[in-house]
Nanobody, 125 residues
Framework: QVQLVESGGGLVQAGGSLRLSCAAS????????MGWFRRAPGKEREFVAA????????YYADSVKGRFTITRDNAKNTVYLQMNSLKPEDTAVYYC??????????????????WGQGTQVTVSS
């Protein structure tokens, strides 16, 4: 069991940066694959990035590769998403999720058992 709370969203101009944080409860945070997903208005939730238990493996959607970086600090029970060179099409509610091991596809929403409430990111042109 884990509870997740996202923060760090806001309004930025195109080309700007934001860093999202996801704080987790419990003392078994390091047991989970952690991921970031987003949902834009009128669209389905889509994969953004994921990171393995010890941070040794990362995964990115093609649309954010080279612009976004996912990291985690297990000592602080926190996962981060650094977002640079933001575009208007990045506008969405961003959610973090936690997945139990073993898993098959870190890019699949079906892998994640626990979710935060989401944080709004708006990028203006």
């Amino acid at each position: 069991q884990v509870q997740l709370v996202e923060s760090g969203g806001g309004l930025v101009q195109a080309g700007g940066s934001l860093r999202l944080s996801c704080a987790a409860s419990g003392r078994t945070f390091s047991s989970y694959l952690m991921g970031w997903f987003r949902r834009a208005p009128g669209k389905e939730r889509e994969f953004v990035a994921a990171i393995s238990r010890n941070g040794g493996n990362t995964y990115y959607a093609d649309s954010v590769k080279g612009r976004f970086t996912i990291t985690r600090d297990n000592a602080k029970n926190t996962v981060y998403l650094q977002m640079n060179s933001l575009k208007p099409e990045d506008t969405a509610v961003y959610y973090c999720g936690a997945a139990n091991y073993p898993y098959s596809d870190p890019r699949s929403t079906r892998e994640y058992a626990y979710w935060g409430q989401g944080t709004q990111v708006t990028v203006s042109s």
